[in-house]
């Protein structure tokens, strides 16, 4: 059984990635410069809008799907924040804006939230 909140989780994620998403794919580049970033590279900036919104529309897709669905999408995420967490760290020690750190700690939660319900699906 899935527990109600992670279907609810997985609506909530889908809403935070299409929000954060739409900017970067429309406009990469005054999406970026709002986060510090000195000119911002917008090929690389709508590959990362590529990947939430089929991330976030995915956990849309599949959020009233049963456990088999669950336990692949929760290690689909923890692959995609505990990299992101990688990446971002590596960001972060080679100079990257202060608000890498949000985003760090943004990843993070979310991959301690999936790893919690993938140990228990």
């Known amino acids: 059984m899935i527990p109600p909140i992670l279907r609810k989780l997985f609506f909530f994620h889908f809403i935070i990635d299409f929000i954060i998403a739409l900017p970067l794919m429309f406009v990469p580049v005054a999406a970026m410069s709002f986060f ?4 911002p590279e917008p090929v690389a900036t709508r590959l990362v809008a590529a990947a939430l919104i089929g991330i976030g529309g995915i956990s849309l897709i599949t959020k009233n799907a049963d456990a088999a669905v669950y336990r692949h999408m929760l290690t ?35 991959f301690g939230i999936w790893l919690f319900f993938r140990m228990r699906i």
Do not use: D, Q, R
């Open 36 to 39: 510090g970033w000195i000119n």
């Open 76 to 110: 689909m995420k923890l692959l995609w924040s505990g990299a992101a967490v990688f990446g971002l760290a590596i960001s972060i020690m080679e100079g990257a804006p202060f608000i890498t750190w949000v985003f760090l700690l943004i990843f993070a939660v979310f």
